[in-house]
């Protein structure tokens, strides 16, 4: 498609149930990144990946995030035993390069709100 | 965190150039300074980057000064448009690097 698309744009859900979050890149961008933005904030870089493999995966918070990339273009981001603290807005980037060197292409965001 | 340092606001007014400072006085040799900006319920946008020579594109102009302690991105006819945040933010070139994002710049372009 001609940019980043993220399903769902708004999810409501209630604390301790699993969401997924999707993210289509760019066709042909083997780059791939997610970030987390919570109100007022700037994006918090959550996990990279290159194809199929997640890169880095240092951002994760903890155990009950998880990412999946599955055939190297569609990512979905998993959230087990949701807590409120995990509201925030969802953003994935893509970029041509492995580096993003040249700029990412962000999508609109998922916004999570745990209820 | 951020090796970024920016106004937490500025304004300016439609028509006129737009001039955000940005301080990344621990820049490394090898760090390219990028911008990005956030409109209203959207994603970053990429915008410009530079090593130490000034670069225009058809977005904005960015001015590094010679010791690269400091830059500032100038918007040269702001728009209504360009109110959005905007993040400087700095990164080697080579290799998979993620984006560290300070709080940026709450730029509002006024009529």
């Known amino acids: 498609g001609a940019g980043v698309s993220q399903t769902p744009s708004n999810k409501v859900t209630e604390k301790g149930k699993y969401v997924e979050l999707r993210c289509d890149p760019i066709?042909?961008?083997?780059?791939l990144y997610w970030y987390r933005q919570s109100l007022g904030q700037g994006p918090e870089f959550l996990i990279y990946?290159?194809?199929?493999?997640?890169?880095?995966d240092s951002g994760l918070p903890n155990d009950r995030f998880f990412a999946v990339r599955p055939e190297g273009s569609v990512s979905t981001l998993k959230i087990q035993r949701t807590e409120r603290g995990d509201s925030a807005v969802y953003l994935c980037?893509?970029?041509?390069?492995?580096?993003?060197?040249?700029?990412?292409?962000f999508g609109s965001g998922t916004r999570l709100t745990v209820v | 965190d951020a090796k970024t340092t920016q106004p937490p606001s500025m304004d300016c007014a439609e028509g006129r150039a737009a001039n955000l400072p940005c301080n990344h006085s621990?820049?490394?040799?090898?760090?390219?300074v990028y911008w990005y900006r956030q409109i209203h319920s959207q994603g970053p946008q990429y915008i410009i980057h530079?090593?130490?020579n000034n670069e225009t594109n058809e977005m904005a102009s960015l001015i590094i000064t010679e010791d690269r302690k400091s830059s500032t991105l100038i918007l040269p006819h702001a728009t209504l448009r360009d109110t959005a945040v905007y993040y400087c933010i700095v990164r080697v070139f080579q290799g998979a690097q993620k984006l560290v994002f300070g709080q940026g710049t709450r730029l509002t372009i006024n009529p």
């Open positions: 530079g090593l130490k």
């Open positions: 621990t820049i490394s040799g090898n760090e390219y």
């Open positions: 066709s042909g961008h083997t780059a």
């Open positions: 980037a893509s970029s041509l390069d492995p580096g993003g060197h040249y700029g990412y292409t």
């Open positions: 990946f290159q194809g199929t493999g997640a890169a880095d």
